[in-house]
């Protein structure tokens, strides 16, 4: 018989006994027994290891064989799959690494429930690394499977339910590990399942669009959500955080966007699960929080799909008349510019204005509508709704048909005005209704497409001059006048509006900045950390104290100017910063006290650039700041200083890059202050250990305060002892202590 | 052997009767599904390596349809619905025949609606839809009471239809799939769902992919045609990695045919634009 001939035969065999053991699952033992050898020896032909392979991975996820059976099978079975593993061929490897996680959990029980199997155990845990092995590497149908095996060593190695009434006897979790085991090493595979869960993990944080990988272990997770409490918050926050439209989102291909989808849907309807799963449990709220954000982005994401363009345009505010054509226009290929909208009904005698300008809609009811009605909060929201959905080419097309208004609005003004003024192109058949005038604006109109269409080039290249060019044109006739008044420069605001201006957006951002929430928990982002990246308060700070010291100098410089020549007090808007920031530290110096040491630092960091630069260039220095604020700062809160706020205090002297000889004043009044004396000499003494540059300084007042004060000379005695101990005639103790 | 669609007697209702239910207005008079017939399948079992499920609502219209022309084609396949009973359309809106799945047999259905009213239910095309479906399997399935893993050796209606009309249900006999294709968003949503529920206690991977088909006969034949041609280019795709593998035995491959189902499904997409279609990798 040929070697063919000789498989065929053996696998009709086998095919008749796995036809018995699907009727029958109490022969399971006996069969597998029995044609174990057979199907898994290396020099068995290939169609039978995949056979074998195929069929334990059936007996092990058989629902109708008790645990109990299946563990003894699973003894039994150990050495053939660690042989199985050495396969190469995926479906090979599938089903053995299926097999595996089943009888993960059984193999498990088995060695808590006998310490000395420890052969058993090793080779579990030779099967259990050359799987893990694969994780990352193997082909994409045996990383599949590898991902399931991984989360049942998760769900083994983590603890289970503590409460008693919540704990199904047959679930297998490091809860059921009796103490002391030894080969089964509690806190070993606890930090190996934890591993495991961040290796899952990271797949979210990578950006890849590895699909099948990335929803097998979405639909792996809620497992471990459910059962496993000690890990499921750091599951949800990955989920909450994951947003898979966003990676999508700039691609265009056909295959990314389709895997966008089912990705987001995936998550959706796992956060949908655990939503209900813990309803009214601490994480409902944000997680439905997140399923609408998801939500959220993907009616954005689908908006710019061009097929649903119709219904994103819907949404916003301007150009509704249109739009239909727009987009069969674009869906052909065929690219259309906005025909022109009715502004042809705006004739002469109206004026050209800003409006007419740049009104791109027919509709009469939206063109009438005041937007200056809407809260400032609605319009930014609308503004910014439109511009993320709007599409490139609308806005061009819009752009440019704005220009080549504005074009001819040139072109009117420097010809003789005709009687109207010439229609703007024509470029819809359709709209032919809307010409005024009829018979001879058809000539006119292709002149005129003709000539709007070089122009619109000259525009784009030369844009700048546009303005200026209105201004050269003005024109002598009531018409042109009136389309030319409009469009003038706007003058230079004074010094005087410049301030007011100034105070006005001041005030509003630290309005802004009072109403923002401290940020909860400080991040140490360490040396990678940008200033100002989030818009939080520390963020304003940051953005305001860098405005006065380096963003604004230039321009106050030049303003400063203007208004000397006008013999105009003008009040730099840096210092108008610095005047505010002031305040709002003076409004609660202990709790804002970051927000001085943010601004100061600043100060001085830019104290020292200006000293340089005005070094180089041999000019005279801008008046360092950094002092003079320091100064005042204190200042403003030794009065209010108390015992209690020694922290505070001492952490701001610390933080601050130089402590200037005023201040230092201010504190020696402290330490005159029989209330707050401790806290002037616990300064004193900090400055001493910590500040050197300013010991000597120091020593010297409390040398002062100590010969002069004889209520604090007690206090003081303790520092000089300590520093100058021959002050207080004692030998000295340290070398460097008062040289 | 009896047929017991033979049992009602032929003839119309009285026209009293007929005018006491006008014509519900979703009424589109529609030709009969073929016979099913189901000829032998050309190609050997190894010629389908993946074996196939189709979920809807009520498991009558659209999985069933595509039931039909996959097990026709010689897929091995099975189907479910994930409603929580089988509604079909009554008299009137409001008035809808509900039944139990597992419990009712299509054949049941047949008998009793086409007594009730047959020229009502035959020009709705539910009794068609209900003859084809008996010939097809015994009774609709819940996806929900599906006890995956259980061999469905002999489970299927063979008794009821006679060797002559076997389909190709009985080769799932581990009681297990690769693929699932549902027919509405709501049912895919419910089985990802219910195997998120049911915990994966087989570790086994499979495909759950949605194909929306709306809810009436003619889309339902259209939706089954484009479920057909993406089972072959599944079918092809496993076939052709499985070769591969035999032919060479070969290191690791990034492409098993579990890594190129987007990309399948994408180029399948883009052929029929009208049936949108999702897909997550989950596991039984």
Same mark, same amino acid.
């Not at chain 1, 944000?286 to 649903?308: D, G, Y």
């Given at each position: 018989? +040929? ?17 018995? /053991? ?11 027994? #029995? ?64 097999? $595996? ?14 310490? =000395?199997? +420890? ?13 893990? $092995? ?23 190695? =983590? ?7 919540? /704990? ?95 990705? %987001? ?106 937007? $200056? ?22 806005? %061009?097309?819009?752009?440019?048909? /704005? ?10 003004? +420097? ?14 058949? *359709? ?36 303005? *200026? ?42 309005? =802004? ?61 840096? $210092? ?36 340089? +630069? ?8 801008? *008046? ?30 610390? %933080? ?41 300084? /120091? ?29 207080? #005639? ?10 | ?93 409001? !008035? ?38 008996? !010939? ?95 089972? !072959? ?5 496993? !076939? ?45």
């Amino acid at each position: 018989m +040929a070697e063919g001939d000789v498989v065929r035969t053996k696998l009709s065999h086998l095919n008749q006994a796995r036809e018995i /053991v699907l009727q029958d699952p109490k022969f399971y033992k006996d069969i597998l027994g #029995g044609i174990l050898p057979h199907i898994v020896a290396s020099d068995a032909a290939v169609e039978l290891r995949r056979w074998g392979a195929d069929f334990l991975a059936e007996t092990f996820s058989s629902p109708r064989i008790t645990p109990q059976t299946k563990q003894e099978l699973a003894l039994t079975c150990l050495e053939p799959l660690l042989t199985l593993l050495g396969e190469l061929e995926t479906g090979i490897l599938k089903n053995v690494i299926q097999s $595996s996680s089943s009888i993960y959990p059984l193999i498990f029980r088995y060695i808590c429930n006998n310490k =000395t199997e +420890a052969a058993a155990w090793q080779k579990m845990v030779s099967i259990k690394s050359k799987i893990l $092995s694969m994780l990352d590497s193997a082909a994409e149908g045996v990383r599949l499977a590898c991902i399931k095996f991984v989360q049942r060593i998760i769900l083994v190695q =983590t603890p289970g339910a503590s409460d008693p009434r919540l /704990v199904d006897k047959s679930e297998v979790s490091l809860t059921i590990v009796p103490l002391n085991h030894p080969i089964l090493n509690i806190h070993a595979l606890e930090a190996e399942a934890h591993g495991l869960l961040d290796r899952l993990l990271n797949v979210f944080q990578d950006g890849t669009l590895d699909a099948p990988i990335i929803t097998a272990i979405l639909n792996s997770l809620p497992a471990l959500v459910k059962g496993r409490a000690a890990i499921s918050n750091k599951i949800l926050n990955v989920l909450m955080a994951y947003n898979p439209l966003v990676v999508a989102a700039k691609s265009m291909v056909f295959k990314e966007r389709f895997i966008a989808r089912s990705l %987001e849907k995936t998550l959706r309807t796992i956060l949908t699960h655990l939503a209900r799963a813990s309803s009214g449990g601490p994480h409902a709220g944000k997680i439905q929080q997140h399923i609408q954000k998801l939500l959220q982005s993907k009616a954005e994401f689908s908006i710019e799909v061009p097929k649903s363009n119709k219904r994103a345009m819907s949404t916003t505010e301007i150009d509704t008349v249109k739009r239909t054509k727009y987009t069969t226009a674009d869906a052909e290929g065929e690219y259309t510019p906005t025909p022109p909208p009715p502004t042809i009904q705006v004739q002469p005698s109206n004026g050209t204005t800003y409006k007419t300008l740049f009104t791109l809609t027919g509709d009469q009811a939206l063109s009438n509508f005041d937007v $200056s009605q809407l809260p400032l909060e609605m319009a930014t929201q609308i503004t910014l709704a439109t511009m993320y959905s709007i599409s490139p080419q609308m806005l %061009e097309s819009s752009i440019n048909e /704005v220009r080549q208004r504005l074009s001819r609005l040139v072109q009117a003004a +420097a010809k003789v005005p005709p009687a109207r003024p010439p229609p703007p192109p024509q470029l819809d058949d *359709e709209d032919d209704d809307y010409i005024p005038g009829g018979g001879d604006a058809e000539g006119e109109l292709s002149m005129q497409t003709a000539k709007t269409g070089a122009e619109g080039v000259n525009y784009s290249e030369d844009s700048d001059d546009s303005y *200026e060019g209105v201004k050269e044109l003005v024109p002598s006739t009531a018409q042109g006048r009136a389309a030319a008044m409009d469009l003038v420069k706007m003058p230079d605001l004074s010094p005087e509006q410049i301030q007011e201006a100034c105070e006005g957006t001041l005030e509003r951002m630290f309005e =802004t900045i009072t109403t923002l929430d401290k940020p909860a928990k400080k991040e140490k982002a360490g040396i990678t950390r940008l200033a100002a990246t989030s818009l939080d308060r520390d963020g304003w700070i940051t953005i305001l104290s860098r405005l006065s010291t380096r963003g604004l100098s230039g321009i106050d410089a030049e303003i400063q100017a203007k208004a000397q020549e006008n013999r105009m007090h003008y009040e730099s808007l840096s $210092s108008q910063i610095r005047q505010k920031l002031f305040m709002y530290v003076m409004g609660d110096f202990r709790t804002r006290m970051d927000a001085a040491v943010t601004w100061l630092n600043e100060e001085w960091y830019n104290d020292k650039l200006q000293a340089m +630069a005005a070094k180089e260039s041999n000019r005279t220095p801008l *008046e360092p700041q950094y002092a003079k604020w320091m100064t005042k700062i204190m200042d403003g809160i030794f009065p209010f200083l108390e015992t209690s706020d020694r922290n505070i205090f001492l952490r701001f002297l610390s %933080e601050l890059p130089v402590i200037p000889p005023p201040v230092l004043a201010n504190i020696r009044g402290l330490c005159l202050d029989p209330e707050r004396s401790n806290l002037g000499f616990l300064a004193f003494q900090y400055l001493c250990m910590l500040k050197p540059p300013v010991r000597q300084q /120091v020593l010297d007042i409390v040398e002062e305060l100590w010969q002069n004060h004889n209520d604090v000379k007690n206090s003081a005695r303790k520092l000089l002892v300590k520093f100058r101990p021959h002050v207080v #005639g004692l030998p000295p103790k340290d070398p460097n202590g008062s040289t | 052997m009896s047929k017991p669609r033979s049992t009602t007697p032929p003839g119309d209702p009285p026209a009293e009767v007929l005018a006491l239910y006008p014509p519900p207005r979703n009424i589109k008079p529609r030709t009969p599904p073929p016979p099913p017939g189901i000829p032998g399948r050309q190609g050997a079992p190894e010629d389908f390596p993946l074996k196939f499920c189709t979920v809807c609502a009520n498991n009558q219209n659209r999985s069933m349809e595509a039931h039909l022309v996959l097990s026709q084609a010689g897929f091995p396949v099975i189907s479910f619905g994930t409603g929580s009973a089988v509604r079909l359309p009554g008299p009137s809106i409001d !008035k809808p025949n509900i039944y139990a799945f597992n419990a009712t047999s299509y054949d049941e259905m047949y008998t009793e609606l086409k007594s009730r009213d047959i020229r009502l239910y035959t020009a709705n095309g539910l009794l068609g839809m209900l003859d084809r479906n008996r !010939k097809i399997k015994r009774s609709p399935e819940r996806w929900q009471d599906w006890q995956v893993g259980f061999p469905r050796t002999g489970a299927g209606p063979v008794d009821k239809r006679g060797d002559a009309e076997k389909t190709y249900s009985d080769e799932v006999e581990s009681g297990v799939v690769d693929v699932v294709i549902t027919c509405e968003e709501r049912c895919w949503d419910a089985v990802v769902d219910d195997l998120i529920a049911r915990g994966a206690p087989l570790n086994r991977l499979v495909h759950v992919i949605n194909v929306d088909i709306r809810d009436n006969h003619e889309e339902a034949a259209v939706g089954g045609k484009g479920i057909l041609e993406l089972a !072959k280019m599944l079918t092809a795709a496993a !076939k052709e990695e499985k070769e591969k593998a035999a032919n060479e035995a070969r290191d690791f491959d990034r492409s098993s045919v579990d890594g190129r189902v987007p990309e399948i499904l994408a180029e399948w997409q883009e052929k029929h634009p009208t049936l949108p279609v999702l897909w997550t990798a989950s596991y039984f």
